[in-house]
């Protein structure tokens, strides 16, 4: 019973969050607990194996699998978490600062916003295809409608837009959001519109044709679904940016960072730009204004001297 309670406890977890309808982060625990599993050798796992120098090999592990550090941290933060479940419980022992060798915060250093010629490149060139033109249209209104992430547009029903006007809540934390519909975002919308219905309360009736309603909204099922659409999205998104020369790599957040970062250089502020992306603090707005290059630092550094300089010229008080 000893070599397993680490396993069993993680299979408990796991199985309360899909108990709670929590498929997503059932799915990430999956994924970390298979992957150190692997790692160990053996789908039996003690809590004797969690200790500094088997975390410290497991993360030169996933290291050597070429893993970036944000999925390493989530992974890390996974096992953590069955850890103190364990000492809780009285089934391991307490290790101070068991973890603090290891990779468990946010890398910020990733540049995940396109350039403005490639995003324009990405939203606007033809790609010469009908499925690829598709992909584009989506991936237009993600921007268009102010950086929202595909698990909220895909989820969007029809009863959240209403003259002009989307009102929804955002998938992940819940927050209220509200934004006007441009003029050009019609024609994408009319693209990708859903035109069947639907009739029973508990089977959603998507805005637009991306998932297929089959299945209620708190069902496994319907997660699965998600998964699959967002997979074969950023699957499509890759075709698109090669078709079109676009050598940065895209996936589904592209739009959202992208969206961030082009209202930050037009002088927007972070408040708003948190706002309008539905983050709960300022905190997360800042990691994905991170990675701005040389030469728009420069720019504004060049303007900021050049401003302080010429106040008195142009009568600045």
Known sequence: ????????????YIAS????????????????IRSFTQFCGTPSVAFSQINRENLKRYSNYLIARKLKLNT?????RMLRCIYNQGVDAGQAPYIYRLFHDVFTGVETRQKKALPVRELHTLLYKDPQSDS?????AIASLLFQFCGM???????LEKTNLKQGILKYNRMKTGTPMCLEILDTA????FQLRNTQHTHHSDYPDYLFHVLSGNYKRNEENAYKEYQSALRRFNNQLKSLARRLCVRS???????????????????????MISESLGHRSIKTTQIYLKGFDLAERTKVNRMNYSYVKNCIEMNII
């Not at 019973?1 to 408990?12: G, K, L, P, V, Y």
């Not at 690829?132 to 584009?136: A, E, F, G, N, S």
């Open 1 to 12: 019973m000893e070599n397993n309670r680490f396993t069993t406890c993680a299979s408990n």
């Open 17 to 32: 969050l899909r108990k709670e309808g929590r498929y997503s982060t059932a799915h990430v625990y999956t994924n970390a």
């Open 72 to 76: 390493i941290s989530t992974y890390m």
């Open 132 to 136: 690829l033109r598709r992909t584009q």
């Open 149 to 155: 992430p595909f698990s909220d547009l895909v989820h």
């Open 186 to 189: 019609m024609e994408a919308i």
């Open 249 to 271: 790599s895209v996936t589904s957040y592209t739009f959202r960072h992208s969206w961030a970062t082009t209202a930050k250089y037009r002088g927007t502020s972070i408040e």
